[in-house]
């Protein structure tokens, strides 16, 4: 059975980081594209970031190029969402996918506030 559980959300100043994971159980995430994507109060799911299972260079959304990161951990079946500089408008509910399937996680809500 195919699970993906988020974590790691919460409430961070401006300019401040989280990371967040996704622990993966019924597949390995090594041999799928997998994805982070977030929802805003009153706006559409949009894709953040997406990772390869060919290892070719990560996806970005122009509005978080050079301050987020998306990463594998083989060992742990999981994937990381490393977000620097953090903003005001990246406050959203994040979800991790599995694209093949359409396996989504429940979400982890970040909350940029000062």
């Known amino acids: 059975q195919v699970q993906l559980v988020e974590s790691g959300g919460g409430l961070v100043q401006p300019g401040g980081s989280l990371r967040l994971s996704c622990v993966a159980s019924?597949?390995?995430?090594?041999?799928?594209?997998m994805s982070w994507f977030r929802q805003a109060p009153g706006k559409e799911r949009e894709l953040v970031a997406r990772?390869?299972?060919?290892?070719?260079?990560?996806f970005y959304a122009d509005s978080v190029k050079g301050r987020f990161t998306i990463s594998r951990d083989t060992a742990r079946n999981a994937v990381y969402l490393q977000m620097n500089s953090l903003k005001l408008e990246d406050t959203a509910v994040y979800y991790c996918?599995?694209?093949?399937?359409?396996?989504w996680g429940q979400g982890t809500q970040v909350t940029v506030s000062s």
């Open positions: 996918k599995r694209i093949v399937g359409d396996y």
């Open positions: 019924g597949f390995t995430v090594s041999t799928y594209s």
């Open positions: 990772i390869s299972s060919t290892g070719g260079r990560p």
